[in-house]
C-alpha cells in the first residue's frame, strides 16, 4: 500500500478543516481583544439590554436592530455576563456556518477542490467579510445563512447531484426557505439578494422542466416560498411600519458610490497605518486604481451571460449544461439584484448598498469569477492558459489580505479602538478628582456607557450625547476634532490612542 498517495487522498478536508478552524480562531482572538464599537455599544444599549421585550417593538424599532441577531446576543449576553466577547458570539460563532458554506458553494462552482479553496480564501481574508465575522452586528449571520440558501439551489442545478426523490428535493427546498428567512431575519438587506437568486433559480428550473412546470412551481412554493416568508416575517414585525420611512439611511446615492464603497475597503482599507478617526469618506475624486481594477474585473465576469442565457433560450438540450445552469443561476441573479436595486431606488427611493449593508456582492462577484476560470480550464488550449493567468488575481488577493491581517481595531469603527483603554484611564482621572466632568464626542456615547454598564460602580454618570462643547475638565475627542481643537489651543493633550488617534485633552 503506498501510505504517502493515501494521505494524499485527504489532503482536501484537512485543507479545508484547517482554513476554517485558523480563522475561527482568529476570530476568537479579535473578539475578545477588540474594544467595543459604537454600533454594538449602541444594540446592546437600545435592545439587547432590554431583552425580547425592546427587541421585537414596533415602537422602538432603529435600522440598528438586526432582530435575530439581538435576539441571540441577548441570550448570550445573559448566559456568559456582558462583555465584549459575549455581545459578539453569535457573530462568531456564524463564522464557521459562513465559511463553510462559502467552500461548498464553491467547490461546486468551479469543480475543482483546488479553485474552490482559493476562493473560501478571498472571501474569508476580506477585510469587510472579516470584520463581519466578529462585530456584534447582523450582516454576518445573514451572509452566512444565504450561502447555504443559495448553495442548495445551485445543487438543485446541477444534473449529476440534483435531488434522487421528491423527498429529497422538498427536504432541501424547505432548508433553503428556512435558510432565507432567517437571513432576511438577520438583517432586511438580504431581502434583495435572495429574492434576485430565487427568481434567478425559478425560471432556469421551471425551463429544464417544461412538462411538469405547474407542479414544480407548487412544490417550490409550499415547501421553500412560503416558509421563506412566513421566517421573515415572524422576525420583521418590528420593521413592517417603519418601511419606506427614513430609518433605512445607511447607503449611498448612485451605483458607481455603492460599487466603490465595496472596491475601496476591500483593496485600501489596510494599507496605511497611520491612525486616523472616523472612518474615511469615499473619495470625492473617484475610487483608486486599484479599486477601479477590481470593479472592471467583476463586470467583465459577468460579459459571458447574454452568450449562456441566449444558448439555453435556444437550445433546450443546453439547459442540462451544468457550467451554463449555474453562470446562469450565480451571473444572471447577481445581474436580477442590481436591476432590484435600481427599481428599489428610483420607485421607492431607498439608497444603494454601501460597505457592509452591501456585503452579498462579495461572495457573488468571487463566485462568478470562479466560474469564468473554470470555463477557461475546461475549454483547453489558450483558453486553458489564460485560465491560469485568470487565478492569479485570487492568488494575489489571498497573499494581500493575509498579509494585513490586524488585531487592533474594526475598519468602519476605527476611531472607537481605544475606548475601553480611554474609558479606564479617564475613570482613573476622575477617581483621583471626584466631580471632574467629561466632554466627549457624540460618537463615544454608547462605548463609555456600555463600558461604565460592565465595570459595575463607578465614578460617572450615564454619558449624554451634548457633545464636548462647555467648559469641563477633561476632553475625549476623535481624531479630527481633536487637530481642529489643538491647531485652536483649546486642549492640551495627555493622552493620544496610537491606531484611532483619538485624544484626552484637558484645558490649556
Not at 442565457?309 to 435556444?314: A, E, M, T
Amino acid at each position: 500500500m503506498d501510505t504517502g498517495r493515501s494521505v494524499w487522498r485527504y489532503w482536501y478536508p484537512v485543507a479545508f478543516g484547517g482554513v476554517v478552524a485558523a480563522i475561527f480562531g482568529w476570530n476568537l482572538y479579535r473578539a475578545f481583544t477588540l474594544a467595543i464599537t459604537h454600533d454594538e455599544a449602541a444594540t446592546y444599549e437600545w435592545f439587547v439590554a432590554g431583552g425580547p421585550a425592546y427587541i421585537l417593538s414596533p415602537a422602538r424599532y432603529e435600522a440598528n436592530n438586526h432582530v435575530l441577531y439581538s435576539l441571540l446576543a441577548w441570550g448570550s449576553v445573559k448566559i456568559l455576563g456582558l462583555s465584549e466577547f459575549s455581545l459578539r458570539l453569535p457573530s462568531v460563532l456564524a463564522g464557521p456556518l459562513l465559511l463553510v458554506g462559502v467552500g461548498r458553494l464553491f467547490r461546486l462552482l468551479s469543480a475543482s477542490r483546488m479553485l474552490g479553496l482559493l476562493g473560501l480564501l478571498v472571501v474569508a481574508l476580506d477585510p469587510l467579510v472579516m470584520d463581519f465575522q466578529v462585530a456584534a452586528r447582523g450582516y454576518g449571520l445573514g451572509l452566512a445563512l444565504c450561502l447555504w440558501a443559495w448553495h442548495g439551489m445551485a445543487r438543485s442545478l446541477v444534473p449529476a447531484i440534483g435531488p434522487d426523490s421528491g423527498r429529497d428535493e422538498r427536504r432541501r427546498f424547505l432548508g433553503v426557505g428556512v435558510a432565507q428567512g432567517l437571513a432576511v431575519g438577520a438583517n432586511l438587506v438580504y431581502s434583495f439578494p435572495n429574492l434576485a437568486l430565487t427568481l434567478a433559480f425559478v425560471v432556469l428550473t421551471l425551463a429544464r422542466r417544461p412538462g411538469e412546470r405547474r407542479a414544480t412551481l407548487a412544490v417550490f412554493t409550499r415547501y421553500c416560498l412560503l416558509p421563506a416568508a412566513a421566517v421573515a416575517l415572524l422576525f420583521s414585525l418590528p420593521i413592517l411600519g417603519h418601511l419606506g420611512g427614513d430609518q433605512f439611511y445607511y447607503g449611498t446615492a448612485s451605483l458607481a458610490e455603492m460599487a466603490s464603497s465595496l472596491a475601496q475597503p476591500t483593496v485600501e482599507a489596510l494599507a496605511g497605518r497611520d491612525s486616523w478617526g472616523l472612518p474615511p469618506e469615499l473619495p470625492r475624486e473617484g475610487p483608486g486604481v486599484w479599486a477601479q481594477i477590481l470593479m472592471a474585473a467583476f463586470l467583465a465576469t459577468l460579459l459571458p451571460l447574454p452568450v449562456v442565457v441566449y444558448r439555453l433560450y435556444r437550445d433546450p438540450g443546453a439547459r442540462l449544461d451544468e457550467w451554463a445552469a449555474l453562470s446562469a443561476f450565480l451571473a444572471g441573479g447577481t445581474v436580477v439584484l442590481v436591476v432590484l436595486l435600481v427599481c428599489a431606488h428610483w420607485v421607492f427611493g431607498l439608497v444603494y448598498p454601501r460597505d457592509r449593508t452591501g456585503l452579498y456582492f462579495i461572495p457573488l462577484a468571487v463566485g462568478c469569477w470562479l466560474l469564468v476560470v473554470r470555463k477557461m480550464w475546461e475549454s483547453g488550449g489558450g483558453l486553458r492558459l489564460l485560465g491560469g493567468v485568470a487565478t492569479a488575481p485570487l492568488v494575489g488577493s489571498v497573499v494581500l489580505f493575509a498579509s494585513q491581517l490586524q488585531a487592533d481595531y474594526l475598519y468602519r469603527w476605527r476611531f472607537d479602538a481605544g475606548s475601553r483603554r480611554i474609558y479606564h484611564l479617564l475613570a482613573e482621572k476622575v477617581s483621583a478628582r471626584p466631580g471632574a466632568r467629561i466632554g466627549h464626542d457624540w460618537i463615544f456615547e454608547p462605548g463609555l456607557n456600555f463600558y461604565r454598564v460592565v465595570s459595575g460602580p463607578g465614578p460617572f454618570p450615564p454619558f449624554g450625547r451634548d457633545g464636548p462643547e462647555g467648559d469641563h475638565d477633561y476632553y475625549y475627542l476623535e481624531a479630527n476634532t481633536a487637530r481642529e481643537w489643538v491647531r485652536a489651543g483649546r486642549i492640551r493633550v495627555i493622552d493620544k490612542d496610537p491606531v484611532s488617534g483619538s485624544v484626552v485633552g484637558v484645558p490649556p
